[in-house]
């Protein structure tokens, strides 16, 4: 089945303390991208992927960072989590930058 | 202002009735055209996927695109409580490298 899989769903942390939310898809997608979902804000692009080794900022890129060693995983890192962080996280991965999207099922991040 | 303009609702209707959901955007550069569905705590879902302007049927769904007023519809016939979601657009160049741009969602409740 064609997906794409983050983990954790749920994480509930402390500000300072560094996490990877994980994101691996299996279509041979060559971008993929985070985003995060704010109520009232929709979805924000936080970096992108185009292939592997190449990565760029988002809209909203401070705080996190990014790798992408792999075609297949895209992880997510914050390396000092503050409470503003806490929000509703998704990865995403498409065939090219110019085709639809295909999302996994989110990552609910609080910290505390 | 914002490129993609979405009511946030919520629009309740009663079970059988026909859905309209909508987004205005502001760049005539935008050619191709999504929905996606969003169920509470759940990654957003590709529905609908069209280029240019025109109508797209998929069963109880229809895309509609008027590039002219650049406004473009989603119609829901016979809607059932399952529908009941957050439905958002998004939209792309078509060319050269770009990201989705989405609107906020417009959350649906159909009710029995």
């Known amino acids: 089945e064609a997906q794409v899989t983050q983990n954790p769903r749920y994480l509930i942390t402390v500000t300072g303390k560094k996490l990877t939310v994980t994101c691996s898809q299996n279509m041979n997608h060559e971008y993929m991208s985070w985003y995060r979902q704010d109520p009232g804000l929709g979805l924000r692009q936080i970096y992108y992927s185009m292939n592997v080794e190449v990565t760029d900022k988002g809209d909203v890129p401070e705080g996190y960072k990014v790798s992408r060693k792999e075609k297949r995983n895209f992880p997510l890192i914050l390396e000092s989590p503050s409470p503003n962080q806490t929000s509703l996280y998704f990865c995403?991965?498409?065939?090219?930058?110019?085709?639809?999207?295909?999302f996994g099922q989110g990552t609910r991040l609080t910290v505390v | 202002q914002k490129e993609v303009e979405q009511d946030p609702g919520p629009l309740s209707v009663p079970e059988g009735a026909i859905v309209s959901l909508n987004c205005t955007y502001s760049?005539?550069?935008?050619?191709?055209f999504m929905w996606y569905r969003q169920y509470s705590r759940k990654g957003p879902e590709l529905l609908m996927y069209t280029y240019s302007s025109g109508n797209k049927e998929d069963g109880r769904f229809t895309a509609q695109v008027d590039k002219s007023s650049k406004y473009i519809s989603l119609f829901i016939r016979d809607s059932q409580p399952s529908d009941s979601a957050t439905y958002l657009c998004?939209?792309?160049?078509?060319?050269?490298?770009?990201?989705?741009?989405f609107g906020t969602g417009t959350r649906l409740l159909v009710s029995p």
């Open positions: 998004a939209m792309l160049k078509g060319t050269g490298f770009q990201k989705l741009v």
């Open positions: 760049n005539s550069a935008f050619q191709y």
């Open positions: 995403a991965s498409s065939l090219d930058s110019s085709r639809e999207a295909f």
